[in-house]
Nanobody, 119 residues
């Protein structure tokens, strides 16, 4: 089982960019589908983006399409979330998550990284 550690969060102005990284331990990273979720204060955790094991397919929430890009480097055991044109409503704790094809839902989670977008 992999362990996940996010980094790259911070404070940015509206319209700015950030790149989040999620480093995974273990030698089986390429067997996991990876995703990013976020949770804003007082709200439920929501899906942001996902990438398949090989990186061949990506999925996005409508709210971030065209602004965020998810990618992975299996050689570095890392998944990324490039966030451009950030808005105050993107403010949240961002979580990296992993699941194998045999799992119904994402079941391995990182500790989260805070992203704050000021207006």
């Amino acid at each position: 089982q992999v362990q996940l550690v996010e980094s790259g969060g911070g404070l940015v102005h509206t319209g700015g960019s950030l790149r989040l990284s999620c480093a995974a331990s273990g030698r089986t990273f390429s067997s996991y589908n990876m995703a990013w979720f976020r949770q804003a204060p007082g709200k439920e955790r929501e899906f942001v983006a996902a990438v398949t094991r090989s990186g061949g397919r990506t999925y996005y929430a409508d709210s971030v399409k065209g602004r965020f890009t998810v990618s992975r480097d299996n050689g570095k055991n890392t998944v990324y979330l490039q966030m451009n044109s950030l808005k105050p409503e993107d403010t949240a704790v961002y979580y990296c998550a992993a699941k194998q094809d045999t799992e119904r839902s994402f079941d391995i989670w990182g500790q989260g990284t805070q992203v704050t977008v000021s207006s």
